[in-house]
């Protein structure tokens, strides 16, 4: 079985929510005998193929970049010449150009597109790409949504019931480092022993002014971890507020992350907007056994999150109800013991990457025979 993945970015010059399902997803049906191949776009000059966790990553140059969305003139026979190779085309939605590029490079192969999220943000040009949107959706013979409760509130994903199933992310917590003594008590003497953690590309959806704003009436020590455009725009309005106690310590290695999920007493995610749409750096939480508190958004991140059962889930853009969430946590030890040990028992039975990459081998048996049997 040959899978070719089609999305805008990926290791090494991002690793980001999405690309970081895409590195599991390849690592775990690898392991199932998937030989996996992962397209992408790239501004670095070196194009030459290579092998990353046992697949292979080949990149063409990214030529504009226009609201987010990455466009390359080379992508589309690149895309024609390693479809022609594989058996199934796996595509990872939204990315406008993707969709174009589907259709220029005459794709025929089985596809399936997971949709990772809505469009949010740019509406005027939403307008514009609807129809093209529409057709590539219609054009795939099925279409993944990474939980129920993102499947039961978009509008488009309503629209194609009939071609949609639910593949949850999971996570291979054996390919992360293990946590090191040595970096362990460089990030203790660092931080402390008792912080709330947020990891995650400084985005605007991801809702980091409502954390800054509230903790500003209290002094509970928070670590953000990450870089992104709104990296400046945030620590100016953390020292508006005179905040001492939040610490930005910038994008780090997998192995400094380790250690303060580790380390942290409890991971904060405030995320407001439908962009979020699952959050694999909450996951990560879980993963690690730490209490949450998220923001209910209808999407995966309240799938990741049961309130009062692995964490606390309030109201969006509500500084006064997360700040609240914060307390409670802090205040009650055992309390937030209980949510992290609840917290990493829904991990284990619900989103390990062994689970995800068997329902999306299935899957892609199902795609060939069925193109077989056409």
């Given at each position: ?63 504009l ?44 192969k ?29 054009s ?73 704003d ?20 945030l ?28 380390l942290?007493?409890?991971?904060a ?68 013991q209980?949510?992290g ?22 899957l ?11």
């Amino acid at each position: 079985m040959r899978v070719l993945h089609f999305y805008k970015d990926y290791f090494p010059d991002t690793m980001g929510g999405v690309e970081q399902v895409i590195r599991q997803l390849c690592v775990g049906t690898g392991r199932l005998g998937v030989r996996n191949e992962v397209l992408t776009l790239t501004r670095s000059k070196d194009l030459r193929p290579f092998e990353f966790e046992g697949h292979t990553v080949r990149r063409v140059p990214l030529d504009l970049n226009i609201a987010s969305n990455g466009i390359s003139f080379a992508a589309f026979g690149e895309l024609r010449r390693r479809a022609a190779e594989c058996d199934v085309v796996h595509y990872h939605f939204p990315w406008p150009f993707m969709d174009l590029a589907h259709f220029v490079a005459g794709v025929d192969k089985p596809t399936l597109v997971t949709y990772h999220s809505d469009i949010v943000r740019q509406k005027a040009l939403l307008r514009l790409y609807q129809p093209l949107k529409h057709k590539f959706l219609r054009s795939v013979d099925t279409i993944v949504a990474t939980s129920p409760n993102y499947l039961a509130s978009s509008a488009v994903l309503d629209r194609y019931r009939d071609k949609t199933r639910t593949i949850t992310y999971g996570l291979d917590k054996s390919i992360y480092p293990p946590a090191e003594p040595a970096r362990l008590g460089k990030w203790r003497a660092a931080v402390g022993e008792k912080f709330f953690l947020f990891v995650g590309v400084l985005r605007y959806y991801k809702g980091l002014h409502i954390l800054l704003d509230a903790v500003a009436n209290s002094d509970y020590p928070v670590v953000i971890v990450g870089a992104g455009p709104i990296e400046e725009e945030l620590k100016a309005h953390a020292a508006r507020l005179g905040l001492k106690h939040v610490m930005f310590v910038g994008k780090l290695d997998d192995a400094d992350k380790v250690a303060l999920l580790t380390l942290c007493y409890a991971v904060a995610f405030p995320s407001h907007l439908r962009s979020e749409a699952f959050g694999i750096s909450l996951l990560e939480g879980a993963m690690y056994g730490k209490p949450m508190i998220s923001s209910e958004i209808g999407t995966g991140t309240s799938y990741i999150n049961i309130h009062d059962e692995t964490g606390l889930v309030v109201p969006p853009s509500d500084p006064q109800a997360f700040g609240a969430a914060m307390r409670t946590l802090w205040h009650n030890p055992a309390l937030a013991q209980a949510m992290g040990k609840r917290a990493e028992e829904r991990y284990q039975r619900l989103f390990t990457a062994e689970r995800m990459a068997s329902s999306y081998l299935a899957l892609y048996q199902e795609l060939v025979a069925r193109r077989a049997g056409a």
